[in-house]
């Protein structure tokens, strides 16, 4: 799954305001990232397969450590132990629950290769065999969480940035499926994947950032 991550993010935000969204992001796709620094150092391995109709053309030959449940879920205790120690409890539950997220949605599309235990007992329902279903689910699945994040949202430039955000998103989703069926190499996959997983996230950090100011210059004014 890609842009249904983010919907999923949009969820948790709203459910939790006081969480910055950079980090919910950074967190539903937080094995993904792992998973582009890991195939770049040969540690789990992709191939591309210009016949496959997923996403990008990817064949998922071996990821044990990003994307069994087990390891995923190790991860997602660690990191938010590490975000518990350098913010605070509520940020770290989220940002749990936000990784450990992402085995539960790449479940619904992945082909059965998405192992339980390291590289064992793998399973996937699938829906990436349905090009037009998978599509029409994830970008209803985003509309629906931005539709949901937005709608008491006051913040105009928040809003504003975050409209920008989910119709690059979703631009560049749909334009993966019709792109020319020219498989990337492991490098470059693993680039794309860290700019993407990455920048999302810090385009996030901006999309609140403005508003802090705009709330610190309003009560900057109202206590003069
Ligand atoms: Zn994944």
Known sequence: MFVGHYALGFYLKKKNMGVPLWLIFLGVQFVDLLWAIFIMLGIERASF????????????????????LITSATIALLASYLVYKLFNKKWAIVTGI????????????????????????????????????????????LTAGLWYFL??????????????????????????????????????????????????????????KKKSNTTEAVSEIEAT
């Not at 992945?110 to 998978?134: C, E, I, M, R």
């Open 49 to 68: 397969n210009p016949d496959a109709s997923v996403f990008l053309r990817a064949v998922y030959e071996y990821y044990p450590f990003t994307h069994s």
């Open 151 to 208: 709608k008491s949202l006051e913040d105009k430039r928040t809003k504003k940035w975050v409209i920008g955000l989910y119709l690059f998103l979703t631009i560049f989703y749909i334009g993966s499926f019709f792109a020319p069926a020219v498989p990337p190499t492991t490098m470059q996959i693993g680039i794309f994947g860290l700019l993407v997983y990455a920048g999302v996230p810090a385009l996030a950090y901006f999309a609140e």
């Open 98 to 141: 936000a990784i450990v997220s992402h085995w539960f949605l790449d479940l619904i599309v992945h082909a059965p290769d998405v192992p339980l235990f390291f590289d064992s007992y793998k399973l996937g329902l699938g829906l990436w065999n349905f090009p037009v279903l998978t599509l029409l689910l994830e970008v209803g699945l």
